[in-house]
């Protein structure tokens, strides 16, 4: 089993891997909603200081933001094996853009499924509803199937979890930090001991936990310093 971590930009990290070498890419990339949070009555002031739409990452001009996506998506279909998988977490409003963006570089679109959150903070409670789910959308690249570990089980595209227990936010906090549990579920599903998982956008490393736990190789690429360095410690630890 081999864990690779990088500090870098995703794109130039992600430049210098093989062809053709990731079974799985699994990630949670900014959704560029930042500006537009700001401009609703979302009590900003009482959010929590490491809310992502403080974060100061979220925040690029759309345009900017898709050419960002097109250049991923470009990268990860050279280093994607033909019938490798991809989930990506992403806002709902923007799934239909990332479908479009994915579908010209070879990704087939599969489904998009919800993340139901079963603790959210209750966050404008006596505004509106609670926000309590995120979507994920999951490709197949090159092949219309792939690898599906059900043994023969029935899986809902509804995953339901806790938010992330403060026991995994001991080396530092992330403000879009997801849960192992969600993370292993698609490990689990998606991939076979000793394949390799790539998470361009690595974060405080949940991704390269599970895949330590359960033998699957691992590279991880993360810009922001503190949260490389978050995701090293965490993930030797594990």
Known sequence: MAIDLI????IQAMRQLDDN???????????????FMKNRDTNLNKLRENFFVNAGWDDMDFDDWIQSMDAFFEEAARV???GSAMIIFMAIIKVETIIRIAERHGFYYKT????HKTNPMPRNMNLHFVNSTEAWIYFTYKTRTGTFNNNGNLYH?????????????????????????????????????NEC????FMGSGTTGVICKRMNRNFI???????YYHTAVERINES
């Open 112 to 115: 998009t499924g919800i993340w």
């Open 7 to 10: 500090q870098s930009d995703c």
């Open 220 to 226: 991880g690429i993360e810009l922001d310093e503190n």
């Open 197 to 200: 998982v790539l998470d361009p």
């Open 21 to 35: 070498c990731i079974d799985l890419v699994l990630t949670d990339p900014p959704y560029n909603l930042a500006s």
């Open 80 to 82: 994607a094996k033909k």
């Open 157 to 193: 595209d509804f995953i339901e979890t806790s938010v992330t227990p403060n026991s995994e936010r001991r080396f530092g906090k992330h403000p879009t930090q997801k849960p192992e549990a969600l993370i292993q579920h698609f490990v689990e599903l998606l991939t076979n001991e």
